[in-house]
């Protein structure tokens, strides 16, 4: 390795480890402090902040880093520019695209790192968030998520619901199993589609079967009908686990997908979610890139306030945008793949015509 390279690489790095450790500290300081609450009033042990701490920088590393990323770039070529570094290396002859390669090369890196964590470390992660922040400090029951189906117990009865959409206040795919006292299926009901009105869950299409208790044989079966389902829950209720898919991973949610759409079933937000799996490491790669046009365009003018002011700027720019899109994605009015992958376009086309227009 050249030592101009050595030297880059690592002024960038100590550049951003401070940049990744403060914007992790700062998320993880506003997210406790919004729990704290629920820790203290279930008592909450040691071991039970450590859970959480420990569960909860993974997924928060993979946020912030392409901020991160791109706030160590704007402030490493700024600082450079600022002190007459990078003209310095211009006048021996040292193009821009390889003052910058180890940089890139590094970040590209660090996006591979990001995938591997996205499909093998978040997920798990929060899992374990999930459940240790909503069945074991509020003692709610918990509800089972197989292969993107709902599982719960209320009563005397057994609730499978295939998808939940909660905003829209609908469920489809809803079976309800009755047991009697000795644990034996005395009736079952199955339910296409279910719409929450007026404080119930009615079903148009419902089929309700008897069985008898003794022996479980089938001793009657309704056409189909409207029906109030006893779901005991409200659509609120499925909010809090509307996206299972946060626990899942590239893999899984592709599995999840073309099993619903055998079934008969809308799996666009499992598309969507799908396709951004693979879009957020490449979110380092565009930051990064981007950042270049913006620390050259001030050259000496460079100072670290500016650049994690645009850097902030551009991160919420880009959030913005990418909530933006997914939202027409979840409601099908763009295709999942353009869903995901919009803002990085949108963002990498804007870099490049920064770039164009940087001053040799």
């Given amino acids: 390795m050249k030592i101009i390279d050595r030297f880059l690489l690592s002024h960038f790095i100590r550049i951003l480890v401070l940049c990744t450790a403060s914007f992790i500290g700062i998320y993880l300081l506003i997210d406790f402090f919004e729990k704290v609450n629920d820790f203290i009033d279930h008592q909450a042990t040691l071991g039970d902040y450590l859970s959480y701490l420990g569960n909860s920088i993974p997924f928060i590393l993979v946020q912030i880093l392409p901020l991160a990323i791109l706030t160590a770039m704007v402030l490493t ?20 695209w390889h003052i910058v390669q180890p ?90 589609k279910v719409e929450y009105e007026q404080g119930r869950w009615l079903a148009d299409q419902a089929v309700d079967r008897n069985f008898a208790a003794t022996s479980g044989d089938l001793l009657q079966t309704s056409p189909p009908e409207q029906l109030a389902l006893p ?11 509307e996206n299972p898919n946060s626990e899942q991973n590239f893999v899984k949610l592709r599995s999840i997908a073309h099993k619903l759409e055998r079934e008969g079933y809308d799996a666009t937000r499992q598309r969507v979610d799908m396709h951004n799996r ?32 645009i850097s902030l700027g551009t991160g919420v720019c880009y959030f913005i945008l990418q909530s933006l899109v997914t939202a027409f994605g979840y409601a099908g009015a763009i295709p999942p793949l353009v ?17 164009l227009n940087v001053k040799q």
């Fill in 103 to 192: 940089l890139m090369t590094l970040i590209l890196g660090l996006s591979l790192l990001v995938l591997v964590l996205n499909e093998m470390v978040v997920p798990w992660n929060t899992q374990q968030l999930n459940d240790l922040l909503e069945v074991k400090l509020k003692g709610k029951q918990k509800t089972e998520l197989t292969r993107n189906e709902i599982w719960y117990r209320h009563g005397d009865r057994i609730i499978n619901i295939k998808v939940a959409h909660p905003h829209n206040k609908r469920l489809e795919g809803v079976t309800v199993f009755f047991f009697s006292k000795d644990h034996k299926l005395v009736r079952r009901i199955d339910a296409p």
């Fill in 77 to 96: 070529l700024g600082g450079l520019g600022r002190t007459n570094e990078t003209t310095a290396m211009r006048a021996c002859g040292i193009s821009i």
């Fill in 278 to 309: 693979l879009t957020k490491p490449f979110t380092c790669l565009i930051m990064g890139f981007l950042g270049i046009p913006f620390a050259l365009q001030r050259g000496r003018k460079s100072n670290i306030a500016l650049g994690i002011g």
């Fill in 339 to 355: 869903a995901a992958w919009a803002a990085n376009v949108i963002f990498l086309l804007f870099g490049i015509w920064l770039l």
């Fill in 231 to 241: 779901l005991g829950r409200s659509p609120v209720d499925f909010l809090e686990r």
